[in-house]
């Protein structure tokens, strides 16, 4: 089993829509968990960061963890054609040998204006 | 502005031969990592360091070398490249090993 779940998509919504991607994950120790956006030849930038369950909200983006489910989310309202790109989430502070930051294989995301 | 840099952004190389990819930070983190990126596999950890003249392997480590003899300057090497370890590489920066890191533009290397 992987370590982490993350639908690859690709996922094309109409402009003004709300997007959710999700990831699922099998170690319960994990403690850190980011969002990272990553555009098209660039480099992933940090969208999201939170180290607790529940939900944190930046402008148009909330994420959602809950631990008990090992299951974490990224919501978009209002989704726009500049968040196209590919969402990748991150999990952090497994403990031992998983230590390290372990990464998602990206949602791809399309928003069609 | 602080950033990572990274050098060349793009490489064409032959099996067998040496390449090194350079990486510099501005951002006077500790910690940097190099990853390489595959469809289908996300991002993997090759090499981190935590420090000047501390490294250690990642996940998929064989047939790369890294060093870091200054803090801002962290290069990765394939000693000889296979067709294999064609991908897209990334550097990235942080204050420790299991939270937010900032990352380069990366390094679109194929080895023919």
């Known amino acids: 089993q992987k370590e982490v779940e993350q639908d690859p998509g690709p996922l094309s919504v109409p402009e003004g829509a709300i997007v959710s991607l999700n990831c699922t994950y099998s170690?319960?120790?994990?403690?850190?968990f980011m969002w990272y956006r990553q555009y098209s030849r660039k480099g992933p930038e940090l969208l999201m960061y939170?180290?607790?369950?529940g939900n944190k909200e930046d402008g148009r983006f909330t994420a959602q963890v809950d631990k008990s489910s090992k299951y974490i989310s990224l919501f978009i309202r209002d989704s726009q054609p500049s968040d196209s790109a590919t969402y990748l989430c991150?999990?952090?502070?497994?403990?031992?040998?998983?230590?390290?930051?372990?990464f998602g294989t990206g949602t791809l995301l399309a928003v069609q204006p | 502005d602080a950033g990572i840099t990274q050098s060349p952004r793009y490489k064409i190389t032959e099996t067998g031969r040496q390449v090194t990819l350079m990486c510099h930070q501005t951002?006077?983190?500790?910690?940097m990592f190099w990853y390489r990126q595959d469809l289908g596999h996300g991002l993997r950890l090759i090499y981190y360091?935590?420090?000047?003249?501390?490294?250690d392997k990642g996940e998929v480590s064989d047939g790369y070398v890294v060093s870091r003899s200054k803090t801002e300057n962290f290069p990765l090497t394939l000693e000889s490249a296979t067709r294999s370890q064609t991908s897209v590489y990334f550097c990235?920066?942080?204050?420790?090993?299991?939270?937010?890191?900032?990352f380069g533009d990366g390094t679109r290397l194929s080895i023919l």
């Open positions: 990235a920066s942080g204050d420790n090993d299991n939270q937010p890191q900032h």
């Open positions: 360091s935590a420090a000047a003249d501390i490294t």
């Open positions: 170690n319960s120790a994990f403690q850190y």
């Open positions: 951002w006077s983190h500790s910690y």
């Open positions: 991150s999990l952090g502070g497994g403990g031992g040998a998983t230590n390290k930051l372990i």
């Open positions: 939170t180290y607790s369950s």
